[in-house]
């Protein structure tokens, strides 16, 4: 007559729900009148077994009730959904396109594009238990880093869409798990259900360096871009490069070509053969050096590319050299001498067979033989020494060949030409080849009259300005000692050369023929209007002499300037015999210049004004006016020389004074006889003093200063003007071998012979004139100006040691 829930009243009876649905705790009762039921349990309640208790009641024909229970024992479904771990897929796989079983595609591209393992289609989940069939939610999940789909059937299909950054380290092929999880529902025939869940295991991808090559030219430079660079054919694979290039290191194969390096990208990197430079995103640029191969040959270097996640690849860039032929190196000399064929013997050294020669002995990068021959038109006066006598050198005469055993440049020597005072200039030319390259090589040769260079020279005006007429134009000369040792031998033979383009407006140089001559006093040529107009003069102190006067009558006019072909303007040249001083009036006195030197010496440093005067203004007037002071002792035959800026002299000089400058190049300076002036100029220079007392001055670089036997004899001493401790050399190696048997040969015995000492603001070269024996006396044979106490001052003893003295 009625049923309820238990509800832990078991006993209580209950006159009502016969015949409806009642709930109980797992299910729904339904019973009848007649004692009929049905229970429905409910899906998915229980985990375990259990029961749901119901309380029904009975009654009988008189009314009576007995009440009891219902137990409903319930079992739990069993339905289990393990968890599944069975996909695997390779992130090297990924690509752009969907194909075979794919779901869909990425947005990358892995190291391996073509194969399928982007998707694992061969799965089947595999829950176990419940009531019946069992059946699986049907759908399609699209993850962090690929889709999945899962059929009712358990099937299911994942496809990796994208690539996984791992913990930055290069950590190479490695299978990652558990990156994603997706979960599935299982139901059973009466709707029992559960999930599971399904983990994707990913295959990282690394990159993968190919080797690359590249080829240049010895010397040249190779320059790559980004896009051809060496990350063009290397793969990066899924991760990408890393951030900031794929390049993270380089460095020269050196031997190993798999050892990952990581340092070098973006930086100039030594090869063997050249300078590599690599950079981050793969261009490059390679440096070959010059003249630094002979064959064809490689430069391996070992660079490591790094992807997204810090995997590391490593391999080489071959860079394939071409050898270029290097020509031969050459360098041209040139060489000074007097032009007086007597001096060639007169001085000391003697040269009874000619001038040596300096000649560079030429070389080649790669060590080919190098054949050196004579052509062109050999300059007359050269010789060379045939290993019997000396001969007249003719065009084709080889000169060098060491295979062949010839070395001839080490015996050529030149003899002026018979004319005492002229000027040649010439050169030996030398063709230089290696086999494959012929190089000119040039032997200059030059014969050097005495004072055949002005000692001073200066100018007034620059030439594109008028000097404005009626007042002085003057400059400022301050004599050289050359110009005032040359007036104190003689005055008398001193001249000044003044040249002026004076002409009629327009100018033009060469002054042309009509404005050269003068024509008659007050005629209107331009010859006439400069002897009128202009006047020159050199003013000393307060005293001035006229060197071009003006011929202001026609009592003076006459010519003093004339047209000289070589300047193309108009030249005066006046002895200091014919420059005389002019009165507080302005005229001429009978004192000359030669005469007021000759009472008044003068002194380097002194300050000479010169002057031009254009009397007159109007059309003819001049735009410059320079001077040349030429000042030597006619019985002198000593000459002046400048040699060359750049090259390599060797300069001779004379049995008289000469002034012998080498500036730029490794010079070498023979002063010979008397009383020399040598300066080295720039580079490394060799100064050999000779016989008198000269003034030697290294200049910059390395000198060596070479005193002369003769210094302990005549005990006088060269003058060094510029030695640096630690860097110059003086060598006494002649001098002290002509002590003969009592020369020193030892450190030790030169530090005995050989003493600095300081007095009077200058170092002085002290030798022992008997040398190593007992009984010498110590005699100067140089003195070196500005050295202090203390310094080192390094002496060559024997033509290979050295001894270093200390000033005292």
């Known amino acids: 007559v009625g049923v309820r829930a238990a509800g832990g009243d078991t006993t209580t009876a209950v006159t009502t729900g016969a015949g409806s649905d009642i709930a109980g705790l797992h299910g729904t009762l339904h019973i009848n009148a007649n004692g009929s039921y049905t229970y429905q349990s409910t899906a998915n309640n229980i985990t375990s077994a259990t029961t749901d208790v119901f309380v029904y009641t009975i009654k009988d024909g008189d009314g009576d009730l007995s009440t009891t229970t219902l137990t409903i024992n319930l079992a739990d479904s069993g339905l289990v959904a393990p968890a599944d771990s069975d996909v695997t897929v390779n992130e090297a796989a990924l690509d752009t396109t969907t194909t075979g079983a794919d779901l869909t595609h990425g947005t990358v591209t892995g190291s391996l594009p073509s194969s399928t393992t982007e998707t694992d289609a061969t799965n089947q989940l595999n829950a176990s238990g419940g009531v019946g069939a069992l059946t699986y939610t049907a759908q399609t999940i699209v993850g962090t880093y690929g889709t999945i789909h899962i059929n009712a059937d358990g099937s299911y299909v994942y496809t990796l869409t994208s ?42 991808d690394v990159p993968t360096a190919v080797a690359n090559s590249n080829n240049v030219i010895e010397g040249a430079l190779l320059t790559v871009t980004a896009a051809a660079g060496v990350l063009a054919n290397d793969v990066a ?145 050269t010789f060379y020494f045939n290993g019997v006598s000396y001969v007249a050198l003719t065009a084709g005469t080889v000169l060098y060949n060491p295979s062949s055993g010839i070395n001839l440049l080490d015996d050529l020597v030149y003899r002026p030409t018979t004319t005492a005072n002229d000027t040649v200039n010439a050169n030996l030319s030398l063709d230089v080849y290696d086999g494959t390259t012929h190089v000119a090589q040039t032997v200059g040769i030059h014969e050097v009259p005495p004072t055949s260079l002005p000692s001073d020279t200066s100018q007034i005006g620059n030439g594109s300005s008028p000097l404005t007429s009626g007042n002085d134009q003057v400059a400022t000369l301050s004599l050289s000692q050359a110009t005032v040792n040359a007036i104190l031998a003689d005055p008398h033979s001193s001249t000044v050369v003044v040249y002026t383009d004076f002409q009629q407006t327009p100018f033009a140089t060469p002054i042309p023929v009509s404005e050269q001559n ?19 003069e050199i003013s000393i102190g307060t005293n001035h002499f006229v060197v071009v006067e003006a011929d202001t009558t026609a009592a003076k006019f006459e010519q003093s300037w004339f047209f000289d072909s070589t300047t193309g303007l108009m030249k005066a040249t006046v002895n200091y015999d014919h420059i005389f001083l002019l009165d507080a009036g302005g005229n001429a006195t009978t004192t000359t210049l030669a005469d007021y030197l000759t009472a008044h010496p003068p002194s380097a440093g002194d300050q000479w004004t010169l002057s031009y005067l254009d009397n007159n203004g109007g059309n003819y007037q001049a735009r410059q006016v320079s001077f040349s002071f030429f000042s030597h002792d006619p019985g002198d035959p000593g000459i002046t020389v400048n040699g060359d800026a750049t090259q390599a002299d060797q300069i001779y000089g004379t049995s008289g004074v000469d002034h012998l400058y080498g500036n730029g190049g490794n010079d070498v300076i023979v002063g010979r006889d008397g009383n020399d002036f040598l300066d080295g100029g720039t580079g490394n220079d060799i100064l050999i003093g000779g016989t008198g007392i000269n003034h030697m001055t290294g200049g910059a670089g390395n000198d060596t200063f070479v005193i002369d036997p003769s210094k302990l004899a005549l005990h006088v001493a060269d003058v060094i003007a510029d030695y640096a401790p630690g860097q110059d050399v003086i060598d006494l190696s002649d001098l002290l071998q002509s002590l003969g048997g009592n020369a020193p040969t030892t450190d030790a015995q030169t530090g005995a012979a050989v003493n600095v000492t300081f007095s009077n603001g200058a170092a002085h070269v002290m030798v022992d004139d008997n040398g190593t024996a007992a009984g010498g006396n110590m005699v100067e044979v140089a003195s070196l100006t500005g050295v202090g106490v203390n310094s080192a001052i390094t002496i060559l003893y024997d033509h290979t040691h050295t001894h270093t003295e200390t000033v005292t």
């Open 163 to 204: 690539n996984y950054l791992n913990a930055q380290a290069n950590d190479g092929v490695q299978t990652i798990s558990g990156l994603e999880n997706f979960t599935y529902t299982v139901t059973d025939s009466v709707g029992n259900t559960t999930t599971g869940t399904i983990t994707v295991n990913i295959i990282d």
């Open 237 to 381: 694979g899924a991760d990408g490069f890393a951030i900031g290039g794929g390049v993270v290191g380089v460095r020269a194969a050196g031997g190993d070509t798999t050892t990952a390096v990581t340092t070098g990208a973006g930086t100039d990197i030594a090869g063997l053969h050249g300078t590599l430079h690599l950079n981050a995103d793969g261009s490059y640029t390679y440096q070959s050096t010059a003249h630094d191969i002979n064959a064809n040959t490689t430069d391996v270097f070992v660079y490591t590319i790094k992807d997204g996640d810090g995997d590391l690849s490593t391999t080489t860039l071959t860079l394939n050299l071409t050898n270029v032929n290097d020509p031969p190196v050459v360098a041209n000399t040139q060489n000074w001498m007097s032009s007086d064929p007597s001096q060639q013997t007169t001085g000391t050294p003697s040269y009874a067979n000619g001038y040596p020669l300096l000649v560079s002995i030429p070389t080649d990068p790669e060590g080919d033989n190098l054949v050196v021959t004579a052509t062109g038109t050999i300059p007359a006066g």
């Open 518 to 536: 003068p024509g008659v006093f007050g005629d209107s040529s331009a010859g006439s209007h400069r002897e009128e107009e202009v006047q020159v």
